[in-house]
């Protein structure tokens, strides 16, 4: 049994001993990360608590293969990210996401602001705790793991020998982060009874808000009155009618179901079947004539709707126009769905790859373009590892740009952290347009980031572990985890009162903003209970890209200011 103690002991640096060693910190930390205490719980980050209790048991890994797993585990986490986020990262800067994003951004600077304060409050340089020990309290404070890891490696980037500094950042953040869990949900609580907030309102706001919501497109059944458009084209009905609309199906005085092209004409009498959004109903009303609630036949064996899926690469970033969908096949777009959102079909908008069109027309006809399409539920099950790794290696190379700022002693880097973000956003958001596949299916994202967290996670634990109790658990200990709470609460407090006293948010939107804010999942799924709807989850899903972007970049950027 020689072999399998000496496999297990602390100090055995062999290859099978580090794989084993990753492996027992991984899934003991997800599995007690499950546990919950009045309903909170820690969740993958209690890979980082296992690691530390193993490294402070004498278990290592070598320096070279620690560091590798380090960087390469943030990099495929903060890549997954940026690719989740991407689609929606400048869309959500739109009406109330700019209020929002807003209320976010002045909790960033809040967070710095306390952290600075507390800092030079202690002494500054000659305090009990180092600026690095600051930052790392602060990122655990807004529980937000990719800002601890772009910190770390630009001290690691400017001194490749300050692996002390950059444990002390690590035992900071573990230090303020179960706090910085409890302390969101806390002021969540605290908000709900400064305002006197009665939940069961706050629901009923939200549903009669989203039963007045114009947004999402309708199908509307209008009967032909109006002699002034008898005989017109449906060309000329779209220059007559501006706006994203499509006319679906004309039912005939004889009964004949007709899929109108752009050169066939409406006449008196003739029903026809309008997609378009909502608060258009009064428009086309004026227009047509009268509404009239009608069920379209389902049985016409030659008009039938079905959705495609676009899987064929060709096509991907390709205008819905470009496919002269009336004039080639006869057919009808009445809605396009992405992500399980539906848009109104207009020329310009450009198709991706995943999106489910919806066509009204001949079977024959729609069989043959969905072949064009791909339509190949398969296809989307295939990882494409050819955007993921381009996007890795042009992020390493934006994050290793040097860019000199006046007042700074190093130049800034992104950095390995911050480059490979930037570029899954812009990959992202705009792929399409160079003809990039962008999808992946969100099992196979969850599964890159949570790969990525743990090797990250499980690598700064084993590293900071081995002086983590004779760091935390004194005097300086007890401060950070006070420094942390009030890093917490304060900014969300003020945030809080300002979204629900000034602009009078409602308070399920306004807890899914603050989760957000902090990017923490423990705190939205609070959320989510309290308000049994996803109106958190909406709030949540807007102020998430920008944040989590700047909180990356705001940590290096503090880290570089005050390095000598």
């Not at 400048?90 to 009406?95: A, G, H, L, N």
């Amino acid at each position: 049994m020689n072999w399998f103690i000496d496999l297990l002991s602390p100090g055995n640096l062999s290859l099978a001993s580090t794989i084993l060693l990753y492996s027992f910190v991984i899934f003991a930390g997800i599995y007690l990360g499950k546990i919950k205490i009045f309903g909170v719980s820690l969740g993958v980050t209690f890979v980082l608590f296992v690691g530390i209790l193993l490294g402070h048991f004498g278990y290592a890994v070598e320096a070279n293969t620690l560091h590798f797993l380090r960087e390469f585990g943030l990099i495929l986490f903060i890549f997954s990210i940026g690719m989740q986020v991407g689609p929606g990262f400048f869309s959500s800067f739109k009406e109330g996401g700019v209020r929002m994003n807003a209320l976010a951004m002045l909790g960033i600077a809040l967070n710095v602001g306390i952290m600075l304060t507390i800092y030079f409050l202690q002494g500054g340089e000659n305090g009990l705790s180092s600026i690095t020990a600051m930052v790392g309290v602060m990122c655990g404070a807004i529980t937000n793991t990719p800002s601890l890891g772009a910190a770390q490696q630009t001290i690691l980037q400017v001194n490749p020998d300050a692996y002390n500094i950059s444990q002390e950042m690590s035992m900071g953040y573990a230090a303020a982060y179960p706090l910085g869990v409890v302390g969101i949900i806390i002021t969540m609580i605290v908000l709900k009874a400064i305002f006197k907030i009665n939940i069961d309102k706050e629901i009923k706001e939200i549903e009669e808000e989203r039963s007045g919501s114009m947004q999402a497109p309708a199908m509307l059944t209008f009967k032909i009155t109006n002699e002034l458009v008898s005989g017109l084209s449906m060309l000329k009905l779209h220059t007559l009618i501006p706006g994203d609309y499509t006319c679906s199906r004309i039912l005939k005085p004889d009964g004949k179901i007709v899929v109108p092209t752009s050169s066939d004409e409406i006449e008196l009498g003739d029903i026809v079947l309008i997609v378009c959004a909502k608060n258009d109903e009064e428009k086309f009303a004026r227009f047509l004539g009268q509404r009239i609630d009608m069920e379209w036949p389902k049985d016409n064996s030659q008009v039938v709707s079905r959705r495609i899926l676009v899987t064929q690469t060709n096509y991907n970033g390709v205008k819905l126009g470009s496919l002269h969908l009336h004039a080639a096949y006869q057919l009808n777009v009445t809605r396009v769905n992405r992500s399980g959102v539906d848009l109104l079909p207009s020329s310009g908008l450009r198709l991706q790859i995943g999106d489910r069109v919806t066509v009204v027309g001949n079977l024959d006809h729609i069989d043959l373009l969905a072949r064009k399409l791909g339509n190949s539920m398969k296809r989307l099950n295939e990882p494409n590892l050819i955007t993921m790794f381009i996007g890795i290696f042009l992020g390493i190379l934006l994050g290793s740009l040097p860019v000199q700022f006046p007042g700074m002693s190093v130049p800034m880097k992104l950095g390995l952290a911050g480059g490979p973000l930037v570029v899954a956003i812009l990959i992202g958001a705009y792929g399409h347009k160079f003809h990039l596949v962008t999808y992946t299916n969100s099992a196979a994202n969850l599964l890159l980031r949570e790969i990525g967290i743990c090797l990250f996670l499980a690598s700064v634990g084993i590293a900071a572990g081995k002086d983590f109790a004779a760091t935390v658990f004194n005097l300086r200990g007890a401060l950070w985890v006070g420094y942390g709470f009030f890093i917490t609460v304060i900014p969300l407090i003020v945030i809080g009162i300002i979204a629900r006293g000034k602009y009078k948010m409602n308070y399920l939107t306004i807890i899914g903003m603050m989760s957000g804010s902090y990017t923490d999942p423990p705190a939205l799924a609070y959320g989510n209970k309290v308000a049994n709807n996803d109106a958190p989850a909406v709030a949540y899903s807007t102020v998430y890209p920008l944040t989590m972007f700047a909180r990356v970049i705001v940590a290096q950027i503090i880290v570089l200011c005050f390095l000598e």
